[in-house]
């Protein structure tokens, strides 16, 4: 049997930044199981890769002030890239109410000590971008250091770092191809039965995305986390708007849209969207995202798309849009890495810090960690995220 002092359950940006912390700050053995032929396959590999710190809950805006200066330095810290473009988050308002919330919302940021961000009139985003139908956008906010990173780059790099020291006293192992059958407690710590070995360790941590429910009720734990498709539209190369732009969010309906590659990755939640493992793109959906690109950028009428090229991923979603992380209180050593809500990529960074402090130490400084934790949902204590996109 395979002995290990952490597990994690699932390889994608998660639990490679939970690994990545930590063997940085100093844990011996770090066992990353990832039940895939190769990283990236969950939702990693399928993320709009936006990183904003543009939120309104402050605990939300404190893990983004971590993980985007983090990615910022990521090559120099790591050796590796991630791609981090700051190119901003455009927020475009088109009632008074929208412009209290994003007002609300910034002096909040303001008061977290976020430097780059802006309110910006509706005259001011007509210049910017005269390409937007700009005649009912009232105001919007605008923050620099928002942008985009490569998901999948960004979750090798963590990864990576964290094999390189399995030389040394202390580093991290892959283990792919092996997905979790069972988890049984023992005196001495979990018993992981995978499709390939058994493994012995004394902590584990569910870092499985959309699939983490599964993985909690093995070892009796009820988690509200349930998975939610996203749909993402990729378009052919269309040089009629700037590749300088920002992630422009069009607030009347959430329609958002960013530079990628040679064309434009177009976003949007579909309402009608309903809970469960959907995993495959719905041709459908093509159109109903064309009619509110056209609407808002009258150019993206001329818009090219292939279909083929589209690609349907999964959120992992909580009543109340916040992860859940930290200890199990019902099951000693057993940690949740959870429920990102949309949010993992631009998170993972600050989430492996959390859980790395957490477990290594019972406590962290980067956030208030009971606001985030499991038993905040019986008690009555959620908090709830409205900037979701």
Not at 145 to 162: E, K, N, Q, R
Request: proline share 6%.
């Amino acid at each position: 049997m395979r002995n290990t002092d952490v597990a994690l359950i699932g390889g994608g940006i998660v639990g490679s930044s939970i690994a990545y912390h930590l063997v940085a700050a100093g844990c011996k053995n770090v066992l990353v199981i990832e039940r895939e032929n190769s990283q990236g396959k969950g939702s990693t590999g399928k993320s709009m890769g936006g990183v904003r710190a543009q939120f309104s809950t402050p605990v939300n805006i404190q893990m983004s002030m971590y993980s985007i200066p983090f990615y910022a330095s990521f090559e120099e810290r790591l050796g590796y890239p991630c791609d981090y473009r700051p190119q901003g988050y455009l927020f475009c308002a088109t009632t008074e109410k929208h412009l209290a919330y994003l007002r609300a919302n910034y002096e909040q940021q303001v008061a977290m000590g976020l430097q780059n961000v802006r309110l910006v009139t509706g005259d001011e985003i007509r210049r910017m971008f005269p390409q937007l139908k700009g005649d009912d956008i009232v105001g919007g906010a605008f923050c620099s250091t928002d942008g985009f990173v490569d998901p999948y780059s960004a979750m090798i790099g963590l990864m990576s770092w964290a094999a390189d020291h399995a030389g040394t006293s202390q580093g991290a192992t892959l283990m792919k191809h092996a997905e979790v059958t069972a988890i049984s407690r023992g005196s001495g710590g979990f018993e992981i039965t995978t499709t390939r070995e058994t493994i012995s360790a004394e902590t584990v941590v569910n870092c499985a995305g959309p699939w983490a429910a599964g993985i909690a009720r093995m070892v009796g734990v009820n988690l509200p986390v349930e998975p939610l498709r996203r749909m993402l539209v990729p378009t052919e190369p269309f040089d009629q708007f700037p590749h300088t732009a920002p992630m422009i969010v069009d607030m009347s309906n959430g329609f958002h849209f960013r530079p990628e590659a040679r064309g434009f990755l177009l976003a949007w939640n579909d309402p009608e969207e309903t809970p469960g493992y959907k995993v495959e793109f719905e041709p459908a959906f093509i159109e109903k995202i064309l009619l509110r690109a056209a609407d808002r950028v009258p150019i993206f009428e001329n818009l090219e798309v292939n279909p083929k090229k589209a690609w349907a991923g999964l959120y992992e979603m909580t009543p109340d849009h916040h992860p859940i992380l930290g200890e199990s209180p019902e099951v000693a050593r057993f940690f949740f890495a959870n429920g990102f809500s949309g949010h993992g990529v631009m998170h993972a960074p600050a989430t492996g810090k959390i859980l790395s402090d957490l477990i290594l130490t019972g406590k962290t400084d980067l956030i208030d960690a009971s606001l985030l934790d499991y038993a905040r949902f019986a008690e009555g204590r959620t908090i709830h995220e409205s900037a979701v996109l």
